[in-house]
């Protein structure tokens, strides 16, 4: 079994930074894909940042030169810069570990204008 499990979301003002942290427990056979995903309430959920054990990374272009995924000591990060009120929303960690998805219960984001 694998746990995810997101911090660091709060509120912040327009402008500002938070760095979202997700820790990763459990049985690890070999993680080929990290990512971080956001949900508004009664919309899609939302891909904001994708690693690949390519070394290869996606940020869609509503993030892109603001949002940077990376990962280290068991955890995956999201550094958010320069944050906007539309970046509102709860934000999720995912991991495929072989050919299995887990998700953490995620972390709301709220930013003010």
């Known amino acids: 079994q694998v746990q995810l499990v997101e911090s660091g979301g709060g509120v912040v003002q327009a402008g500002g930074s938070l760095k979202l942290s997700c820790v990763v427990s459990g049985r690890i056979l070999s993680i080929n894909r990290m990512a971080w995903y956001r949900q508004i309430v009664g919309k899609e959920r939302e891909l904001v940042a994708e690693?690949?054990?390519?070394?290869a990374t996606y940020y869609p272009d509503s993030v892109k030169g603001r949002f940077t995924i990376s990962r280290g000591n068991g955890k995956v990060y999201l550094q958010m810069d320069a944050l906007r009120p539309d970046d509102t929303a709860v934000y999720y960690c995912?991991?495929?570990?072989?050919?299995?998805?887990?998700w953490g219960q995620g972390t709301q984001v709220t930013v003010s204008s």
């Open positions: 995912t991991i495929r570990n072989g050919w299995t998805n887990y």
């Open positions: 690693w690949v054990n390519t070394g």
